[in-house]
């Protein structure tokens, strides 16, 4: 008889009116998957079945990373074109520099960011390479808690780069990030040639990538994760749920979990970064609540047939809400600290107690790539019909 992955008494510590609810909006809302919590918890249970070493988990992962590609429509991928980048308005920080930057993912449509870089100079291989995604808060990539994150990195010895999700920002709005429906396949595209862009500096050290962001930016995390291997660790926060595939075009809205070939959520996409090094940060307050007993012995199972269960971490936090805050900030720290070499001794004192005092905000302004100076290159396309034969036309 195969063990549950998960406490027997688990449905019955979900209240009665509570999954009513529950299955009343995942009935009625059919754009983006929201099931019962049970619901979910019980998909993970099937999805354990159909593996039971190494070699069955690998072709399901195979499986399923194929899927999310065609589903997507990222098949075959699009060429790898000259990124053509620009590096502008350094600005010298406590222990950091601050860069603006655009650079196209496809010719004429843009990806747009901030590069956060350590002030000691380094030589070949000398710093790790981070990627911050956003989610979808207002502010985007010049929020306050986005910056804090990577200035925070690159001092402890990364080059970071922030870049704003497809159509969000004063920056990049080629296409409608809402009503577009292929923002997944140009935000995934745009994560993988963030990449490409930090492996263009010779300091970076391939060996030691990192990717985090919260909610739609940990689903770009896990996303990438699955994607592509050049990403040796990566820290989804608040958002690998069982039963929530996320509200946005740019998470659900194509068909990648629920497929001819198989079914999936984002619990097991995420646990696809096995045997890579994995933090899940959850809360209490949003739909990563169960992760302790839930989404985290999923991922557990699938360490430990990849020969790494001590490579796959969780960090719960029951009385926090949604959200990138110091408490979700702190873990994923100490965890790149440990899995990319960085020093934490650039933030914290003699008793590794972390401190954030260094940091002073930037206006939006100041970190908006297109300005008076740098303007929005001409042929650059717009609206979804443009951005959308640009990239069929990479594709051929």
């Not at 399901?60 to 899927?67: D, E, F, H, N, T």
């Not at 990364?158 to 396949?185: E, L, P």
């Not at 796959?312 to 990319?340: M, T």
Request: net charge positive.
């Amino acid at each position: 008889m195969r063990r549950s992955l998960f406490p027997q008494n688990f449905f019955a510590l979900i209240p009665l009116c509570g999954l009513a609810l529950l299955i009343l909006s995942s009935r009625t809302s059919s754009a983006f998957p929201k099931i019962p919590e049970e619901e979910g918890a019980r998909n993970l249970e099937e999805y354990a079945k159909t593996y039971s070493n190494r070699e069955e988990w690998q072709a399901r992962a195979k499986k399923i990373r194929a899927g999310i590609l065609e589903g997507s429509g990222l098949n075959p991928l699009p060429r790898r074109t000259p990124l053509e980048s620009v590096i502008h308005s350094r600005k010298e920080m406590d222990g950091y520099s601050v860069e603006n930057v655009y650079f196209e993912s496809l010719p004429g449509f843009f990806v747009t960011g901030n590069l956060y870089r350590p002030l000691r100079k380094g030589s070949l291989n000398s710093f790790a390479g981070v990627l911050c995604p956003h989610g979808h808060s207002k502010e985007g990539r010049t929020a306050e808690y986005t910056q804090v994150r990577c200035a925070a990195l690159a001092r402890m010895g990364s080059i970071v780069f922030a870049y704003d999700m497809v159509g969000w920002n004063q920056d990049n709005r080629q296409t409608d990030h809402r009503k577009d429906k292929n923002v997944f396949a140009f935000q995934t595209w745009n994560s993988m040639r963030a990449l490409d862009f930090l492996l263009s500096f010779r300091e970076v050290d391939p060996r030691r990538i990192g990717v985090t962001g919260e909610s739609g930016g940990g689903t770009q995390t896990f996303m990438l994760t699955a994607l592509d291997d050049r990403v040796r660790v990566a820290a989804p926060v608040v958002m690998a749920s069982a039963h929530f595939y996320g509200g946005c075009n740019c998470e659900s809205g194509v068909p990648i979990h629920n497929r001819k070939e198989y079914q999936t959520n984002n619990a097991e996409i995420a646990a696809m970064a096995a045997p890579r090094p994995l933090l899940l940060v959850s809360v209490g307050g949003d739909w990563t609540k169960n992760t302790p007993k839930v989404e985290f012995p999923y991922a557990q199972r699938v360490y430990s047939i990849m020969g790494a269960p001590g490579n796959v971490q969780n960090h719960h936090l029951p009385e926090d809400k949604h959200g990138y805050e110091f408490s979700k900030r702190q873990p994923v720290y100490r965890f790149f600290a440990q899995h990319l070499k960085l020093r934490l001794s650039r933030i914290s004192d003699d008793e590794e107690k972390i401190s954030e005092d260094f940091f002073k905000p930037l206006k939006a302004e100041e970190l908006f790539a297109f300005n008076d100076s740098y303007p929005r290159p001409n042929h650059a396309v717009q609206g979804a019909e443009a951005c959308l034969a640009a990239l069929r036309k990479a594709q051929k």
